[in-house]
C-alpha cells in the first residue's frame, strides 16, 4: 500500500490519483492515517464481503490452488470407488 499525504495530494494529485486507481493509498494528515483511497472494483468487492455476498472464483486445472485440486481428486476417487462398491 502506498501512503502520502495530505500535501501530496495537493501538490501532486495525479500522481496519488494514478496510485489509488493501481492499488490502495493512504493519506495521512499530520503523521496519522486519516483517509484510504483504491479503486472501485477493490471497493466493491469489499462492500459483498460487508453484505454477507460469497466471492465467486472460477479457475482452470492450470491456475487452481493446491489445495483445490486436492479436494477435487479426493472428491473423484471417492465417487469412484462408491461405483465400484456398488452392486
Same mark, same amino acid.
Given at each position: 500500500?502506498?501512503?502520502?499525504?495530505?500535501?501530496?495530494?495537493?501538490?501532486?494529485?495525479?500522481?496519488? $490519483?494514478?496510485?489509488?486507481?493501481?492499488?490502495?493509498?493512504?493519506?495521512?494528515?499530520?503523521?496519522?492515517?486519516?483517509?484510504?483511497?483504491?479503486?472501485?472494483?477493490?471497493?466493491?468487492?469489499?462492500?459483498?464481503?460487508?453484505?454477507?455476498?460469497?466471492?465467486?472464483?472460477?479457475?482452470? $486445472?492450470?491456475?487452481?490452488?493446491?489445495?483445490?485440486?486436492?479436494?477435487?481428486?479426493?472428491?473423484?476417487?471417492?465417487? $469412484?470407488?462408491?461405483?465400484?462398491?456398488?452392486?
Amino acid at each position: 500500500m502506498k501512503e502520502f499525504t495530505f500535501s501530496d495530494l495537493s501538490r501532486r494529485s495525479g500522481d496519488v $490519483l494514478d496510485a489509488a486507481m493501481a492499488g490502495k493509498v493512504s493519506l495521512a494528515k499530520r503523521g496519522k492515517r486519516k483517509v484510504m483511497m483504491m479503486p472501485m472494483e477493490e471497493y466493491e468487492r469489499l462492500e459483498r464481503i460487508a453484505a454477507g455476498q460469497r466471492e465467486r472464483t472460477a479457475f482452470t $486445472l492450470g491456475d487452481a490452488p493446491d489445495d483445490d485440486i486436492e479436494n477435487l481428486t479426493i472428491g473423484f476417487q471417492q465417487i $469412484l470407488d462408491d461405483a465400484k462398491a456398488a452392486p
